[in-house]
């Protein structure tokens, strides 16, 4: 049974309606839904005839979704948001190659990281993930790129697109990524990440890989949620990724960024030699190509333009701040 994703219509809506539910009842034995809500394309927010809220979750790699269960399985007295079994007590359901799970619905507020208050939360938060995913050692688990090889092969892509850079004017834009790119990719290279990287599979500890701030829900604490990007590996990678992503929200200063304390002061100057390299600015830019269509891609290079001048102060000024260190 195929499920349709197509709901252009309060008829096709129902008809999707009854077959998820009919599906959901034949395979995990769960109540009839009352109610769906899309969040995107596998994303649903559902509701039992009990009144029961989940979130119901397709995910196309059934490795990834079993990672996730050893690792909720393991870790404790954590913020996480973890799958919950279905009512027959299975943990996945699947149908033509796609897997389903069920999480909790959780209400809360998503942090904003506009607000010093929620950056602020996100760091204790995470900091508090941390904590607790460490010592979690679970076999046969899926091998993957080192962080930086990810972001090298996110290189070359990025660099596949300067034909689109050079038809909109903005090569200039291109070859100062390319540039800052290729130096600090080299600089980090004076760091150990490959021990860094033995060491915390040794520990046993954990990254949740996408820390945006829609996966931090406030309700009594701060709970984490979608653990697709969870990986054995050392825990800076989250602190380089959280880093990033405050950038624009702290006027692209290096000393609020140290202020957030977010890794130790002997692994400062790794941390942002590592911030410093825009993996951020290809990944955001690879993904709209991916989404949108080819006409507004002028305003999009217009706003990159605008914020890389003031990446570029930021990596000058990181520069000399470690200098002083």
């Known amino acids: 049974m195929k499920i349709n994703m197509n709901m252009n219509s309060s008829k096709q809506g129902d008809e999707f309606k009854y077959r998820l539910s009919s599906f959901l009842s034949k395979e995990g034995k769960m109540l009839p839904l009352e109610k769906i809500s899309f969040i995107n394309s596998s994303v649903f927010l559902i509701q039992t005839v009990e009144n ?54 959780i209400e809360g507020e998503k942090l904003n990281y506009n607000l010093a208050a929620d950056r602020l939360e996100a760091v ?28 090298y092969q996110r290189f070359l892509l990025f660099k596949k697109t300067a034909p689109i850079f050079k038809k909109h ?37 954990w990254i949740h890989g996408d820390v945006a701030s829609h996966n931090f829900l406030r309700q009594t604490g701060t709970h984490i949620i979608d653990f697709d990007l969870l990986t054995c590996t050392t825990q800076m990678h989250d602190y380089i990724q959280l880093g990033q992503r ?48 080819a006409s507004g891609r002028y305003r999009y290079l217009a706003i990159m333009e605008k914020a890389w001048i003031k990446r570029s102060n930021f990596v000058k000024n990181s520069k000399l701040m470690l200098e002083s260190i």
Request: hydrophobic share 40%.
């Open 169 to 205: 004017g903005f090569e200039n834009l291109y070859k100062d990524i390319v540039q800052l790119t290729t130096i600090h990719l080299r600089l980090i290279r004076q760091f150990p990440w490959e021990s860094y990287e033995l060491a915390a599979k040794r520990k046993g500890e």
């Open 124 to 151: 204790k938060a995470l900091k508090n993930f941390h904590y607790s995913a460490k010592n979690i050692h679970i076999t046969n688990v899926p091998r993957g790129d080192y962080l930086f090889m990810q972001w």
């Open 52 to 105: 029961e809220k989940l979130i119901l979750k397709k995910h196309n790699k059934q490795e990834n979704v079993n990672l996730q269960w050893d690792f909720f399985d393991e870790i404790d007295k954590s913020n996480v948001v973890p799958f919950k079994r279905y009512p027959n007590g299975r943990k996945i359901i699947s149908r033509n190659n796609k897997y389903w799970t069920i999480t909790p619905f």
């Open 246 to 293: 405050f950038l624009p929200y702290i006027n692209w200063d290096p000393d609020k960024l140290l202020a957030y304390q977010m890794v130790q002061e002997s692994d400062v100057k790794a941390w942002v030699y590592a911030i410093c390299i825009p993996s951020d600015v290809m990944r955001e830019w690879l993904h709209y190509l991916y989404r949108k269509p």
